[in-house]
């Protein structure tokens, strides 16, 4: 294991010896008995991967229109506005000029949903989940009443109260949107045996019950298998105690909110490493073994592909060019099948969703997650996801920090924002093998859906998504004429990869008070079967006489 940059963890209250090992090299870190409070760590294992050369070849194309591969969720692409803004929590420094821990260190004012903007722009990206999540679920009171209760009960931090409830529920009406509500599952709510109680958790049950509520998703718990990071190493869940509490949470919910689905446990991974510590805190395992898959209606994961300047810990710094290696894109798969191996052996019946996902963990990294950088990051997330049959991604998260697809204090959509638009306008839920005459380009990524039914003109329509990742050459994509003699091109492109402007078809994208721009494409003729896209875009193809026979 290299360490590139070291540091020290700070120490509160008393501390102890807190030792990390590896299969690899030692690790050894200074943590707290009652929070880990600063770490600067960088660390991987070994030598980065090397960077495949990028040589500009021609990709020979073939899209499998016969079956389908996959099918996603109508609500496949969803996002997340974090808990700790709806409560005004701790949220992450906007400077981002320090560390920080598993949350934020700044107060933030609580959201702001009744802004018209937002639900506008909002409401363009529906059907989709809004998770109500994040660190600070795991800290939260949920109080009956419009106020925050004079002293909240041990182990508690923050109110969630019956005001941030409905303000959220009044904003899921507006906008088509559905609820996934994280219910927090720390340290507050847990017996002197460290077993979940339902209790708290009911006041709110019998709330949103009350007021007639749709939650379509409950979650228990976020990043269980971080709380020893979170809440202190004392604070550990293992999987089989996991799986005690998401039974008896499971039966609150079919007594109160019998409609809805049952999700966890959230656990997150880290590139490089994958579930970090997972012969200590691991949990997807353990808790798989113990059968309590059977009380889910689907297994939560959390994967970001790097870290931003403010996380303490990292194995692979945020940068702007980063996740131009096509190598460090896989890793999403990887890590996706890893989870996937582990459900398989223990409950194959439930979808694995991934359940939060961002462009750099805590908060994004300042010029590049608010940039178009992420966008080629993203488009390609999204596609790796829906081939590895994921029914539901994440984003974390809607508005706020770097991470955002849009600005929080202007409203203004970033890259990303767009990028998300045309994928939730043109991939539909139905996903289809493409097949590759050779490897040599990596840098091109293909991924095929059948078309959205809301953009679809003609029965058998293939939009094709390709992610050019090459700094220098175009990418030539060639197919064998079964798609049609026509295409449709929705080019997604930009000056630089720092620009905050993203180009369709090389006209900047504005909003004007909310209201989106026309986003339409230019049609070309594919008739000699090649496809020239340019250095550093992605583009959204659709080849409406492509007649699949699993699109019609």
């Not at 991967?49 to 500009?56: D, M, V």
């Not at 709110?204 to 718990?221: I, K, Q």
């Not at 099948?337 to 991934?354: G, T």
């Not at 003729?525 to 699993?550: C, E, Q, R, W, Y």
């Amino acid at each position: 294991m290299r360490i590139p940059r070291s540091g020290v963890l700070g120490v509160a209250g008393v501390a102890a010896a807190f030792t990390v090992v590896f299969s690899k090299p030692l690790l050894v870190a200074v943590g707290s008995s009652d929070r880990f409070v600063g770490a600067v760590l960088d660390v991987t294992y070994g030598a980065a991967p090397k960077e495949p050369a990028a040589t500009g070849d021609p990709v020979r194309m073939r899209v499998d229109g016969s079956r389908i591969l996959a099918e996603v969720d109508p609500r496949f692409l969803s996002f997340a506005v974090d808990t700790s803004q709806v409560v005004g929590g701790h949220f992450w420094a906007a400077a981002a000029d320090r560390v920080e821990i598993a949350r934020g260190s700044e107060r933030v004012p609580p959201f702001d949903f009744t802004r018209p903007a937002l639900a506008r722009l909002a409401a363009e990206l529906a059907p989709a989940y809004l998770r109500i999540g994040g660190t600070e679920a795991d800290h939260v009171y949920y109080s009956p009443n419009d106020h925050a209760p004079a002293a909240l009960p041990p182990g508690y931090e923050l109110a969630f109260t019956r005001r941030h409830w409905d303000a959220v529920n009044a904003f899921v009406r507006r906008t088509g949107l559905d609820l996934f509500f994280t219910v927090n599952a720390g340290p507050g709510p847990r017996d002197e045996r460290g077993a979940w109680t339902p209790h708290n958790f009911e006041a709110l049950a019998r709330h949103a019950r009350a007021r007639g509520d749709a939650v379509a998703v409950w979650e228990l718990g976020n990043e269980v298998n971080g709380y020893p990071f979170v809440h202190g190493p004392s604070h550990r869940v293992t999987g089989e105690r996991y799986a005690e509490d998401v039974r008896v949470f499971a039966e609150v919910v079919e007594r109160y909110t019998p409609d809805a689905r049952v999700v966890g446990p959230a656990g997150f991974l880290w590139p490089v490493m994958g579930e970090p510590l997972s012969a200590f805190f691991g949990i997807y395992e353990d808790f798989l073994k113990a059968g309590g898959g059977d009380a889910l209606d689907a297994l939560t994961w959390h994967f970001y592909p790097q870290q931003s300047r403010r996380c303490p810990m990292a194995t692979r710094r945020a940068g702007p060019e980063v996740l131009l290696n096509p190598v460090f894109l896989d890793e999403q798969d990887r890590w996706a099948a890893y989870v996937s191996r582990l459900r398989d052996r223990h409950a194959p019946q439930i979808p694995l969703w991934l359940g939060e996902t961002g462009n750099a963990q805590c908060g994004g990294e300042p010029g590049v997650s608010d940039r178009f950088a992420s966008t080629l990051w993203w488009l390609d997330a999204l596609g790796a996801a829906a081939r590895s049959g994921q029914p539901v991604v994440v984003r974390q998260t809607l508005a706020g920090s770097h991470y955002g697809m849009l600005d929080d204090a202007t409203l203004e959509p970033r890259p990303d924002y767009y990028a998300s638009v045309l994928h939730k306008r043109l991939m539909g839920t139905r996903v289809l093998a493409v097949s590759r005459a050779e490897e040599k380009n990596p840098y091109v990524r293909l991924y095929a859906h059948c078309t959205a039914e809301r953009s679809r003109t003609a029965p058998g329509s293939v939009t094709v998504l390709v992610v050019n990742l090459d700094r220098e050459h175009e990418a030539v994509v060639r197919h064998d004429g079964a798609l049609g003699p026509r295409a449709q091109v929705y080019r997604l492109g930009a000056p630089r990869l720092d620009s905050t402007t993203v180009e369709l078809n090389g006209a900047p994208l504005r909003t004007h008070s909310g209201e989106l721009p026309l986003l339409e494409p230019i049609e070309i003729d594919v008739t000699n079967g090649a496809l020239a896209l340019p250095p550093l875009s992605a583009s959204f193809v659709v080849f409406p006489a492509a007649n699949a026979a699993a699109c019609r």
